[in-house]
């Protein structure tokens, strides 16, 4: 069965940066493009970007450009969302998500918290 | 502020039908069809109900439907049961610049 397992709870001072793991198995993981996708507590869905397992080519929310970088492992099925210049209104839970051959987030990892705090 | 607009709130008693709309030039313009909706309890991830404005995946009940006119796309609950009371968003995906958005997000009571 497909999953996406995503590693732990991540507490960060403005100013640093995060990297958020995500381990696919159950499926042929260069076979789809990876979306990360997050929610501020007791906020609504923010895309954050995607990338192409197959090739590495990405895509990126404006708002977040040039701060945020999505990578792959294909050695290991593991995609990783990094996150640089940290502030306040980045804490949220930050999910991957496979992302169909239509276009929509058909499996979803359980979630990382990330919290941005001095 | 979400390009994908959803009433913050909607509700109906069990056996009912409901319907929750997400309205946006993204849906009529460039969605391409590409329009999903997903169901969020609290504390969860959320879990895809609706792909390609009406398709459903292996596994939801086909108590979930959705349909699409002009740059309106709504997704209908019928026969209300308890357990879905939950949040739902819509998303639509351009593919004219290969990127998402979601709907604000709808609360929606089992009353």
């Known amino acids: 069965q497909v999953q996406l397992v995503q590693s732990g709870t991540e507490v960060k001072k403005p100013g640093a940066s995060v990297k958020v793991s995500c381990k696919a198995s159950?499926?042929?993981?260069?076979?789809?493009?990876i979306s990360w996708v997050r929610q501020a507590p007791g906020q609504g869905l923010e895309w954050v970007g995607w990338?192409?397992?197959?090739?590495?080519?990405?895509n990126y929310e404006q708002k977040l450009q040039g701060r945020v970088t999505l990578t792959t492992d294909t050695s290991t099925s593991t995609a990783y969302m990094e996150l640089r210049s940290l502030r306040s209104g980045d804490t949220a839970f930050y999910y991957c998500?496979?992302?169909?051959?239509?276009?929509?987030?058909?499996?979803w990892g359980q979630g990382t918290l990330v919290t941005v705090s001095s | 502020q979400s390009a994908l607009t959803q009433p913050p709130s909607a509700s109906g008693s069990p056996g009912q039908s409901v319907t929750i709309s997400c309205t946006g030039t993204r849906i009529d313009v460039d969605s391409d069809n590409y329009v999903s909706w997903y169901q969020q309890h609290p504390g969860k991830a959320p879990k895809l109900m609706i792909y390609e404005v009406s398709e459903r995946p292996s596994g939801v009940p086909d108590r979930f439907s959705g349909s699409k006119s002009g740059n309106t796309a709504s997704l209908t609950v019928s026969g209300l049961q308890a357990e879905d009371e939950a949040a739902y968003y819509c998303?639509?995906?351009?593919?004219?610049?290969?990127?998402?958005?979601f709907g604000g997000g709808t609360k929606l009571t089992v009353l």
């Open positions: 998500a496979r992302l169909s051959n239509y276009r929509s987030f058909d499996y």
């Open positions: 159950g499926y042929s993981f260069t076979s789809y493009d």
């Open positions: 990338i192409s397992a197959y090739n590495g080519n990405t």
């Open positions: 998303s639509s995906y351009s593919g004219s610049n290969n990127l998402g958005v």
